[in-house]
């Protein structure tokens, strides 16, 4: 039996009776009552066998990634590509191999395009399994044995140490200064250390301090812990089965792209059904009349649009990979550009991940030990003294000893060296509290190395969650008692304080106060104490602590990433709402949202994983319109939170690195990852990843993606203008009674061949300067917008009168031309007007004649190509007969300048015209940008300051 039919076979979660037993609440001996065991013998090995054959291996459930036929059907499901399909079948069916080979070439090169794009599959669920321990050491028969971690059951007693990963979910039963990494699952940046006792039931996951889960890791310490979850029973299978239930919604081009292929079709039906019922009432043939739809049902599809439209969102996906940002599927390329809501983790994407000493304090104040940007305490950076000002000045008083204090009971190593640009880097190794510690005292002047070697080590008493403290006594020209640990803990073993004079009576309420002051600021905050000893200890029992001088206090802190805050001001500006979700505590998550600016004060309303969990899903989304924090959440937390603002009719982009973030990340609009720190579950849930971790790179992935969006706006627009000039100028010829201008196959020749080079160039377009100064688009506003639309019309009507125009003069009998020379003056015009319109299409706003021609070098290259192929296909022999045309005479060339010039006039005037109604600015060939009303500069600086303080989305006129 295979391990999918294995697991197959064994019941589901569901499908076991009773609710999930609340281990973390139950005592030690409770929990080995139920799952009647001994801790120092462990399972027998028939009872083990029987528990395997009941709950199955503890491996999570696979899913096999898609297969390249999959990928390749998975191009061809558009609403686009189902009209270029009929079209191909009818093409078939009337005998017209060429049109169909034309048709057939598009379909199998937007597939070939889009499957080299898209063939890295999701494999989220599978991801996972890179997360179970191999092996695991564990007591059974009262033999300590390794076994393999899938054979774990429920009952068995798993022996932890420095370096393991947890196998299972464990009730801790013994722990040892037992701490666990468990950042992947809960987004705490620091370790949690373990205890034996019961907690609340009520508690998230990340506060279960009795329990080990699944895909930690143990970094210190030792223990033994029970089995009580295995499989899809853990906290990690919990969410496997969250990530396979959570379908992947539509992005907003999708949406787009069904509701304008929805318009498409009708404009097809309807411009073929008035063509044919036009011409049979006015007498023409029925059999003829069918073939002239079919030749229009070709004119209006815009054949090149599927290859432009995936050549815009590759080249994106280059451009961004570039800017740190890698897409995963094509379309996520666009949704950014659509996105007004950022969700991001805190921890590894807005911070460091790792603790910094930011603030010190003693009876000389506060002390900025490591820029932390913004200055907590209020005011700039340089209103603190710096700490390792005063250390570098030769003082020797109560900072000084604080740091030696903090070195010397202290178990970790920093090494430090100087990269190649001369800046400091450090490498940690231990707990991220004590490598803090060791960093701060680097940076101050006071080398860990120099501390140690002064003062040997007589005696040492580690950390203990009971005692909230760790000592050491050190031989410094006599025993000194050197301790740090929680401020409560170490004012109650203080009767003094150390002053730049000595040492005084203690002021508890300073102390706690400044304690506070720090803490509430989101700062993790230590205190060091001191005492000179009388005579030498005895190592195996040293004294307990008492009597002790406080020399100070420390405050640390996952500080900000460099740059994030100026991204988010960025995002702020362009109407982009950036909220924070993590599993950190409050405090810390809003003193990092003030100094970021995503909250406005620490007062600012935010919510819990608890509040959260007490709340109905419509609760949840009345508050997340003025929530910009959101801490201490659990998966199903983050999972809701970004489920009420996609009900809201928000676009949401999730940023996450954890296992705990993947539900979340599949769940939104666009799902970004965390390259360089993140697990591989989070990468393969997402739809972007990051390959510098930085928060920065998605203000940069944003720009990108409205680039990406305006150019298959801009193409598609050029495109839809050939079908309307085409649309007009078929059924004009059919109430006029003369002849069709163009053949199917030119139509074809039009759309794919000539328009084509130039339609994919123009995807190359660069953004325009003001990209991000633009609100997002509404997520209902379509591809091409009423105005575009009604340029549109315009200007294929006016392309049209020119085709017509050089038809007529061909017509005119006094010239005896061909019937071939008179499509061949058609055709011509249309090729040479659309050469000029896709200049045109370049901007929305900006006229013709003020942009560079060679700002796309793509584009200009593309126009002269496919003006050269065309004219060469009207001297060869071939597409001569296959496009039904001849060379144009030079009387024709004049006249088709003139088309030229008035289809680049028309289009300049008209967006001078409606710029004069406010829809828009206009920059004139001059430069100069019409205005609806006059802002002076002032304003317009003051009017977006005021949207970046606020978060709103406030733009100026010259911005909407």
Same mark, same amino acid.
């Given at each position: 039996?295979?391990?999918?039919?294995?697991?197959?076979?064994?019941?589901?979660?569901?499908?076991?009776?009773?609710?999930?037993?609340?281990?973390?609440?139950?005592?030690?001996?409770?929990?080995?009552?139920?799952?009647?065991?001994?801790?120092?013998?462990?399972?027998?090995?028939?009872?083990?066998?029987?528990?395997?054959?009941?709950?199955?291996?503890?491996?999570?459930?696979?899913?096999?990634?898609?297969?390249?036929?999959?990928?390749?059907?998975?191009?061809?499901?558009?609403?686009?590509?189902?009209?270029?399909?009929?079209?191909?079948?009818?093409?078939?069916?009337?005998?017209?191999?060429?049109?169909?080979?034309?048709?057939?070439?598009?379909?199998?090169?937007?597939?070939?395009?889009?499957?080299?794009?898209?063939?890295?599959?999701?494999?989220?669920?599978?991801?996972?399994?890179?997360?179970?321990?191999?092996?695991?050491?564990?007591?059974?028969?009262?033999?300590?044995?390794?076994?393999?971690?899938?054979?774990?059951?429920?009952?068995?007693?798993?022996?932890?140490?420095?370096?393991?990963?947890?196998?299972?979910?464990?009730?801790?039963?013994?722990?040892?200064?037992?701490?666990?990494?468990?950042?992947?699952?809960?987004?705490?940046?620091?370790?949690?250390?373990?205890?034996?006792?019961?907690?609340?039931?009520?508690?998230?996951?990340?506060?279960?301090?009795?329990?080990?889960?699944?895909?930690?890791?143990?970094?210190?310490?030792?223990?033994?812990?029970?089995?009580?979850?295995?499989?899809?029973?853990?906290?990690?299978?919990?969410?496997?089965?969250?990530?396979?239930?959570?379908?992947?919604?539509?992005?907003?081009?999708?949406?787009?792209?069904?509701?304008?292929?929805?318009?498409?079709?009708?404009?097809?039906?309807?411009?073929?059904?008035?063509?044919?019922?036009?011409?049979?009432?006015?007498?023409?043939?029925?059999?003829?009349?069918?073939?002239?739809?079919?030749?229009?049902?070709?004119?209006?599809?815009?054949?090149?649009?599927?290859?432009?439209?995936?050549? +815009?969102?590759?080249?994106?996906?280059?451009?961004?990979?570039?800017?740190?940002?890698?897409?995963?599927?094509?379309?996520?390329?666009?949704?950014?550009?659509?996105?007004?809501?950022?969700?991001?983790?805190?921890?590894?994407?807005?911070?460091?991940?790792?603790?910094?000493?930011?603030?010190?304090?003693?009876?000389?104040?506060?002390?900025?030990?490591?820029?932390?940007?913004?200055?907590?305490?209020?005011?700039?950076?340089?209103?603190?003294?710096?700490?390792?000002?005063?250390?570098?000045?030769?003082?020797?008083?109560?900072?000084?000893?604080?740091?030696?204090?903090?070195?010397?009971?202290?178990?970790?190593?920093?090494?430090?060296?100087?990269?190649?640009?001369?800046?400091?880097?450090?490498?940690?190794?231990?707990?991220?509290?004590?490598?803090?510690?060791?960093?701060?005292?680097?940076?101050?002047?006071?080398?860990?190395?120099?501390?140690?070697?002064?003062?040997?080590?007589?005696?040492?008493?580690?950390?203990?969650?009971?005692?909230?403290?760790?000592?050491?006594?050190?031989?410094?020209?006599?025993?000194?008692?050197?301790?740090?640990?929680?401020?409560?803990?170490?004012?109650?073993?203080?009767?003094?304080?150390?002053?730049?004079?000595?040492?005084?009576?203690?002021?508890?309420?300073?102390?706690?106060?400044?304690?506070?002051?720090? +803490?509430?600021?989101?700062?993790?905050?230590?205190?060091?104490?001191?005492?000179?000893?009388?005579?030498?200890?005895?190592?195996?029992?040293?004294?307990?602590?008492?009597?002790?001088?406080?020399?100070?206090?420390?405050?640390?802190?996952?500080?900000?990433?460099?740059?994030?805050?100026?991204?988010?001001?960025?995002?702020?500006?362009?109407?982009?709402?950036?909220?924070?979700?993590?599993?950190?505590?409050?405090?810390?998550?809003?003193?990092?949202?003030?100094?970021?600016?995503?909250?406005?004060?620490?007062?600012?309303?935010?919510?819990?994983?608890?509040?959260?969990?007490?709340?109905?899903?419509?609760?949840?989304?009345?508050?997340?319109?003025?929530?910009?924090?959101?801490?201490?959440?659990?998966?199903?937390?983050?999972?809701?939170?970004?489920?009420?603002?996609?009900?809201?009719?928000?676009?949401?982009?999730?940023?996450?690195?954890?296992?705990?973030?993947?539900?979340?990340?599949?769940?939104?609009?666009?799902?970004?990852?965390?390259?360089?720190?993140?697990?591989?579950?989070?990468?393969?849930?997402?739809?972007?990843?990051?390959?510098?971790?930085?928060?920065?790179?998605?203000?940069?992935?944003?720009?990108?993606?409205?680039?990406?969006?305006?150019?298959?706006?801009?193409?598609?627009?050029?495109?839809?203008?050939?079908?309307?000039?085409?649309?007009?100028?078929?059924?004009?010829?059919?109430?006029?009674?003369?002849?069709?201008?163009?053949?199917?196959?030119?139509?074809?020749?039009?759309?794919?061949?000539?328009?084509?080079?130039?339609?994919? +160039?123009? +995807?190359?377009?660069?953004?325009?300067?003001?990209?991000?100064?633009?609100?997002?688009?509404?997520?209902?506003?379509?591809?091409?917008?009423?105005?575009?639309?009604?340029?549109?019309?315009?200007?294929?009507?006016?392309?049209?009168?020119?085709?017509?125009?050089?038809?007529?003069?061909?017509?005119?009998?006094?010239?005896?031309?061909?019937?071939?020379?008179?499509?061949?003056?058609?055709?011509?015009?249309?090729?040479?007007?659309?050469?000029?319109?896709?200049?045109?299409?370049?901007?929305?706003?900006?006229?013709?004649?003020?942009?560079?021609?060679?700002?796309?070098?793509?584009?200009?290259?593309?126009?002269?190509?496919?003006?050269?192929?065309?004219?060469?296909?009207?001297?060869?022999?071939?597409?001569?007969?296959?496009?039904?045309?001849?060379?144009?005479?030079?009387?024709?060339?004049?006249?088709?300048?003139?088309?030229?010039?008035?289809?680049?006039?028309?289009?300049?005037?008209?967006?001078?015209?409606?710029?004069?109604?406010?829809?828009?600015?206009?920059?004139?060939?001059?430069?100069?940008?019409?205005?609806?009303?006059?802002?002076?500069?002032?304003?317009?600086?003051?009017?977006?300051?005021?949207?970046?303080?606020?978060?709103?989305?406030?733009?100026?006129?010259?911005?909407?």
């Amino acid at each position: 039996m295979s391990q999918t039919d294995e697991r197959s076979a064994r019941p589901t979660d569901s499908e076991r009776e009773g609710p999930r037993t609340c281990w973390h609440a139950l005592p030690v001996e409770q929990v080995t009552d139920d799952l009647g065991i001994e801790l120092d013998a462990g399972l027998a090995t028939d009872e083990a066998s029987r528990r395997f054959d009941e709950h199955g291996p503890n491996e999570l459930a696979t899913e096999e990634p898609r297969s390249n036929f999959d990928i390749v059907l998975h191009q061809f499901k558009s609403p686009l590509i189902y009209i270029l399909l009929i079209a191909f079948v009818v093409t078939i069916l009337i005998d017209e191999y060429t049109d169909a080979a034309v048709i057939a070439a598009v379909l199998v090169l937007n597939a070939v395009i889009g499957f080299f794009q898209e063939r890295k599959a999701d494999r989220s669920v599978h991801a996972l399994m890179s997360l179970a321990s191999p092996s695991s050491l564990v007591v059974r028969d009262g033999k300590r044995v390794e076994i393999d971690a899938r054979e774990l059951v429920p009952g068995d007693v798993v022996l932890l140490e420095s370096g393991t990963r947890v196998p299972a979910d464990l009730r801790v039963a013994r722990a040892n200064q037992l701490e666990i990494d468990e950042s992947l699952l809960t987004g705490e940046s620091e370790p949690t250390r373990k205890s034996t006792g019961p907690v609340d039931e009520e508690l998230l996951a990340a506060d279960r301090k009795s329990m080990a889960f699944m895909g930690s890791a143990v970094t210190s310490g030792r223990g033994r812990g029970v089995v009580v979850g295995t499989a899809g029973e853990t906290e990690l299978g919990q969410i496997a089965e969250s990530i396979k239930a959570e379908e992947q919604p539509p992005t907003p081009l999708q949406l787009r792209m069904n509701r304008f292929a929805n318009l498409i079709g009708v404009v097809v039906l309807g411009a073929t059904v008035v063509a044919f019922v036009l011409g049979v009432s006015l007498g023409e043939d029925v059999n003829e009349m069918f073939l002239t739809a079919v030749a229009l049902a070709v004119a209006v599809i815009p054949e090149g649009l599927p290859v432009a439209f995936t050549v +815009a969102m590759a080249l994106g996906v280059h451009r961004m990979a570039q800017r740190n940002a890698i897409i995963r599927s094509l379309p996520a390329v666009e949704t950014l550009g659509s996105t007004n809501t950022i969700g991001s983790d805190k921890t590894g994407t807005l911070t460091q991940n790792r603790m910094t000493v930011l603030r010190a304090w003693t009876t000389d104040g506060y002390f900025a030990v490591t820029s932390g940007g913004h200055d907590l305490m209020g005011g700039g950076e340089e209103d603190l003294p710096s700490a390792a000002e005063y250390a570098g000045d030769g003082h020797h008083g109560p900072l000084t000893e604080t740091f030696r204090t903090a070195v010397l009971t202290n178990e970790s190593d920093v090494d430090r060296h100087l990269d190649d640009e001369g800046e400091e880097v450090f490498k940690h190794r231990g707990d991220p509290t004590e490598t803090a510690l060791l960093e701060a005292a680097w940076r101050i002047g006071m080398p860990p190395d120099d501390c140690r070697e002064s003062a040997d080590i007589l005696a040492e008493v580690p950390f203990e969650s009971e005692r909230r403290y760790s000592y050491a006594i050190v031989d410094e020209r006599g025993p000194v008692l050197r301790l740090k640990g929680a401020p409560e803990r170490v004012i109650d073993l203080c009767t003094t304080i150390a002053t730049e004079d000595g040492s005084e009576p203690l002021d508890r309420d300073r102390v706690l106060d400044a304690a506070h002051e720090l +803490a509430n600021r989101g700062l993790r905050v230590l205190a060091m104490a001191t005492r000179r000893l009388d005579e030498l200890p005895d190592a195996e029992n040293p004294p307990d602590p008492t009597e002790l001088t406080l020399t100070g206090l420390v405050g640390m802190q996952d500080p900000p990433r460099p740059g994030v805050k100026d991204s988010i001001a960025a995002c702020r500006s362009a109407g982009i709402r950036v909220i924070m979700i993590t599993g950190d505590h409050a405090a810390t998550a809003r003193a990092i949202a003030v100094d970021l600016g995503i909250a406005d004060s620490l007062e600012a309303p935010s919510l819990t994983g608890t509040d959260v969990e007490k709340m109905s899903d419509d609760e949840v989304r009345d508050r997340v319109r003025e929530v910009a924090v959101f801490a201490r959440v659990a998966p199903n937390h983050k999972l809701r939170v970004v489920r009420a603002l996609r009900s809201l009719g928000d676009v949401v982009a999730v940023t996450g690195d954890g296992v705990n973030d993947a539900p979340a990340l599949k769940a939104a609009d666009i799902g970004v990852a965390m390259g360089r720190d993140g697990t591989d579950v989070a990468r393969e849930a997402s739809d972007m990843v990051l390959t510098d971790d930085n928060f920065t790179s998605i203000a940069n992935a944003v720009e990108e993606g409205r680039v990406v969006f305006e150019n298959v706006r801009k193409v598609t627009y050029f495109l839809l203008s050939t079908g309307a000039a085409a649309i007009v100028a078929i059924l004009y010829s059919i109430a006029a009674g003369i002849p069709l201008p163009y053949v199917p196959a030119a139509l074809l020749w039009l759309n794919v061949v000539t328009n084509g080079l130039q339609d994919v +160039a123009l +995807a190359f377009e660069p953004g325009e300067p003001d990209v991000l100064d633009r609100p997002p688009r509404p997520a209902k506003e379509g591809i091409v917008t009423p105005l575009l639309w009604e340029r549109t019309l315009i200007l294929g009507t006016v392309m049209a009168i020119g085709s017509l125009w050089l038809f007529h003069w061909a017509m005119d009998s006094e010239l005896d031309l061909s019937d071939a020379q008179q499509r061949g003056a058609a055709l011509t015009t249309l090729v040479f007007a659309m050469a000029v319109h896709v200049m045109n299409a370049r901007s929305e706003r900006q006229s013709l004649f003020r942009m560079n021609p060679f700002g796309n070098r793509f584009l200009a290259i593309a126009v002269v190509v496919a003006l050269l192929i065309h004219v060469a296909a009207s001297y060869w022999g071939p597409t001569q007969l296959l496009l039904q045309i001849e060379p144009v005479t030079a009387e024709g060339w004049a006249r088709i300048a003139v088309v030229m010039v008035a289809v680049a006039l028309v289009s300049d005037l008209h967006k001078w015209i409606r710029s004069r109604k406010g829809i828009g600015p206009w920059t004139s060939p001059s430069g100069t940008a019409a205005r609806q009303r006059p802002t002076g500069g002032d304003e317009r600086d003051a009017v977006r300051a005021t949207a970046a303080s606020t978060g709103s989305s406030v733009h100026s006129p010259t911005d909407s």
